[in-house]
């Protein structure tokens, strides 16, 4: 079962990857190539969630990261939007640069509903 390394509560505001950058910056014994990884996928992911969840910045976003072989970076906005979150189609089309990003760093990354609401993640390899 994967260790939770932190779990944190943020507004959802644009104050919002700055304060999961910070935490991240903290995770002891990850090789800071992955860090440093997992510092842009994980402000990418709660970037996509403050522009496009339709969350109100009163409200909270949920950021987990784990570990086990894989550092998991998840983030769960309220779902309100009904969209799912996709790669930009074209290159220069406005918005989804984010998860180009995502899919170029991470290993895979995926999607799914919760009760909670919307859960996008991603996976990185832990380097040995």
Same mark, same amino acid.
Do not use: F
């Given at each position: 079962?994967?260790?939770?390394?932190?779990?944190l509560?943020?507004?959802?505001?644009?104050?919002?990857?700055?304060?999961?950058?910070?935490?991240?910056?903290q995770?002891?014994?990850?090789?800071?190539?992955?860090?440093e990884?997992?510092?842009?996928?994980?402000?990418?992911?709660?970037?996509?969630?403050?522009?496009?969840?339709?969350?109100?910045?009163?409200?909270?976003?949920?950021?987990?990261?784990?570990?086990?072989?894989?550092?998991?970076?998840?983030? &769960?906005?309220?779902?309100?939007?009904?969209?799912?979150?996709?790669?930009?189609?074209?290159?220069?089309?406005?918005?989804?640069?984010?998860?180009? &990003?995502?899919?170029?760093?991470?290993?895979?990354?995926?999607?799914?509903?919760?009760?909670?609401?919307?859960?996008?993640?991603?996976?990185?390899?832990?380097?040995?």
């Open positions: 079962m994967a260790e939770t390394l932190t779990e509560r943020v507004h959802c505001d644009e104050a919002a990857p700055a304060v999961v950058r910070a935490a991240i910056s995770l002891a014994g990850i090789d800071r190539p992955v860090l990884d997992a510092k842009l996928v994980a402000s990418e992911l709660v970037s996509n969630a403050v522009r496009h969840s339709r969350c109100a910045d009163h409200e909270y976003l949920n950021v987990r990261v784990r570990g086990d072989g894989w550092l998991r970076l998840s983030v &769960v906005d309220p779902g309100r939007s009904g969209g799912i979150a996709k790669v930009a189609s074209r290159p220069l089309e406005l918005g989804g640069m984010g998860l180009r &990003v995502v899919e170029k760093v991470a290993s895979r990354w995926g999607t799914k509903w919760r009760a909670q609401g919307y859960e996008v993640w991603a996976d990185l390899e832990l380097r040995t």
